[in-house]
């Protein structure tokens, strides 16, 4: 068995703020990243799928996995507010964790549709903010 993770990157920006709280509220929660102007980050997105190799000898047409990430997350994400831009299924903050959920969310939504059959099997989504900051969340732990 194979675990193969493709790494892709893009730029977004968002303002971390929920309605939930008040003004203050929100500063001690998100400090900085509550700044009414919001702010930026060259994401890095870790793809991972797992499976044995076919008798092609790859565990995961890589070519296939492309097109559904830029579909998925590129094309709707890259330089774009987070906030103001993307389609979210409810009212999130957008912060990492909830990047990494909704992420993950789409590929698995669409992953049989691109693969079809018992494998490859999306394993996890691991997305680096910045250098210190890294979130990853399992498949299996996400509806």
């Given at each position: 068995?194979?675990?193969?993770?493709?790494?892709?990157?893009?730029?977004?920006?968002?303002?971390?703020?929920?309605?939930?709280?008040?003004?203050?509220?929100?500063?001690?929660?998100?400090?900085?990243?509550?700044?009414?102007?919001?702010?930026?980050?060259?994401?890095?997105l870790?793809?991972?799928?797992?499976?044995p190799?076919?008798r092609?000898?790859?565990?995961l047409?890589?070519?296939?996995?492309?097109?559904?990430v830029?579909?998925q997350?590129?094309?709707?994400m890259?330089?774009?507010?987070?906030?103001?831009?993307?389609d979210?299924?409810?009212?999130?903050?957008?912060?990492?964790?909830?990047?990494?959920?909704?992420?993950?969310?789409?590929?698995?939504?669409?992953?049989?549709?691109?693969?079809?059959?018992?494998w490859?099997?999306?394993?996890?989504?691991?997305?680096?903010?910045?250098?210190?900051?890294?979130?990853?969340?399992?498949?299996?732990?996400?509806e």
């Open positions: 068995m194979f675990r193969v993770t493709r790494r892709y990157a893009f730029a977004a920006s968002h303002r971390l703020h929920s309605d939930r709280l008040t003004e203050e509220e929100n500063w001690r929660v998100y400090g900085k990243c509550n700044n009414p102007y919001g702010h930026g980050h060259n994401y890095v870790h793809v991972s799928a797992r499976g190799a076919a092609s000898g790859s565990a047409p890589i070519g296939m996995l492309d097109e559904l830029a579909q997350v590129l094309r709707p890259d330089h774009r507010n987070l906030n103001i831009d993307v979210w299924p409810e009212k999130m903050v957008p912060t990492s964790e909830n990047l990494a959920i909704e992420i993950c969310r789409r590929l698995k939504r669409n992953w049989s549709s691109v693969f079809r059959g018992d490859p099997k999306l394993e996890k989504v691991r997305i680096e903010e910045t250098p210190r900051n890294i979130f990853e969340i399992r498949a299996d732990e996400i």
